[in-house]
């Protein structure tokens, strides 16, 4: 049975495709940073996924995952999906306050890149996958989203570099598309955000893109459906 690490598997996309994995015999180590919500997911999971709450900016946290999926076997797919958003509602680049945007940054951009390199060991052995969860914010400039539009820019980089380096590794940066989830209600305060699709519609294409394993490269799952 293949392994998969899914970061901020709590809720919403991560949840999501945690549940997906799940139903086509997949293991499961899965994180949040609130243990309740995280315990009440592996139940929805069927409490076979190995759940380890933690914040995954902590390298312990981080070396828990890695530690976990070893357990299993060792790694598959490594699924780097936590993320916050910054403030709500997002600041124009102008008066964004720095410090924040640098917990934006190490949140969004340094801790995936972190976990990836713990586990890239192991993915190079078992030929796995790394899926960056990106946005269409980082291609295009939309006001207000400087902050998380950039970090996630960042993490796209970062994949496309990856992906030249590691030949044996597939690094797929995977928009979503705007989904209805708790981030989502947070950028758009006060908006009604139900006519945005929920994140179980994207899983069929999540678990095409893995069965085809296309080249490296940016996956917009949208496409991928089609």
């Known amino acids: 049975m293949p392994v998969a690490i899914i970061t901020g598997a709590s809720r919403g996309l991560g949840l999501a495709l945690a549940t997906g994995l799940a139903g086509h015999g997949w293991q499961l180590v899965i994180d949040a940073r609130d243990a309740q919500t995280l315990s009440g997911a592996r139940d929805r999971l069927g409490g076979d996924a190995l759940a380890v709450p933690g914040d995954i900016t902590d390298p312990a946290h981080r070396a828990a995952l890695r530690t976990a999926a070893d357990r299993l076997g060792g790694a598959d797919l490594l699924v780097n999906n936590a993320g916050i958003l910054?403030?709500?509602?997002?600041?124009?680049?102008?008066?964004?306050?720095?410090?924040?945007?640098?917990?934006?940054?190490?949140?969004?951009?340094?801790?995936?890149?972190?976990?990836?390199?713990l586990v890239l060991p192991g993915l190079r052995e078992r030929c796995g996958a790394v899926v960056n969860v990106t946005s269409d914010a980082a291609v295009l400039p939309y006001p207000g989203w400087g902050g998380y539009g950039s970090a996630k820019a960042a993490v796209e980089q970062l994949s496309r570099v990856l992906a030249a380096e590691e030949p044996?590794?597939?690094?797929?940066?995977?928009?979503?598309?705007?989904?209805?989830?708790?981030m989502h209600q947070e950028a758009f305060p006060g908006e009604d955000i139900t006519d945005r699709p929920l994140p179980e519609t994207v899983v069929p294409a999540f678990l095409k893109l893995l069965a085809n394993r296309p080249e490296s490269g940016r996956i917009r799952l949208a496409e991928v459906a089609l």
Request: net charge negative; glycine share 6%; hydrophobic share 45%.
């Open 86 to 117: 910054g403030p709500s509602p997002q600041p124009a680049l102008a008066g964004y306050p720095l410090d924040v945007l640098r917990q934006v940054y190490e949140v969004n951009v340094l801790a995936p890149l972190a976990l990836t390199q």
């Open 168 to 182: 044996d590794v597939r690094i797929w940066a995977v928009d979503p598309g705007d989904l209805r989830t708790r």
